[in-house]
């Protein structure tokens, strides 16, 4: 039986196929002829993204706590200090928006604000070296944590993203 060269170049096409393509590839014969195809290919492990978990964390002004929860169960609870006085921390609910690990203030005398989690014009979830006055208002607005506290959500927040975390500041 005499073969075209029409006939010989689908099955060396179906190979370049089969060698390159970018998913799994199939070769079958039809009517004496091989037909490759080409299926989108299964996430592997190695190539898939790791599992972001949700992060909640639920400031309540009233009694100057913060509770943090991953995936819905409590893993923190925080005493924290909100704004004092006409520095009124408000009240809602926020994605982090960007985080910055060494930040200083620009409004406040270049004050330290270590591990902050910003979430609304210019409002942070942010370290403090004013400890004894944590339990009690005390900021700017801010919600202010014992460092070692703010670097522990800080780290929460990066690893499983800022469209994963919500910040609920409530009265």
Known sequence: MKRSWRRLLVPAVATVFFVSGAGIASAEVLDGTQVASLAEAPATEAAS??????????????????HVYVDERLEHVFTISSGRGSYRTP???????????????????NAPMPWSVFY?????????????????????????????????????????????????VVR
């Open 49 to 66: 993204e790791p599992t972001r978990k949700r992060v909640v964390a639920r400031v309540d002004l009233s009694d100057q706590t913060m």
């Open 91 to 109: 009240t809602g609910r926020w994605n982090a928006e960007w985080l910055s690990p060494r930040h200083r203030s620009r409004k406040y005398n």
């Open 120 to 168: 609304y014009r210019g409002y942070a979830v942010h370290g403090t070296t004013d400890l004894k006055r944590l339990g009690q208002p005390a900021s700017h607005g801010c919600i202010r944590l014992h460092p070692d506290n703010a670097e522990l959500f800080y780290k929460l927040v990066k690893s499983n993203g800022k469209q994963n975390t919500l910040i609920s």
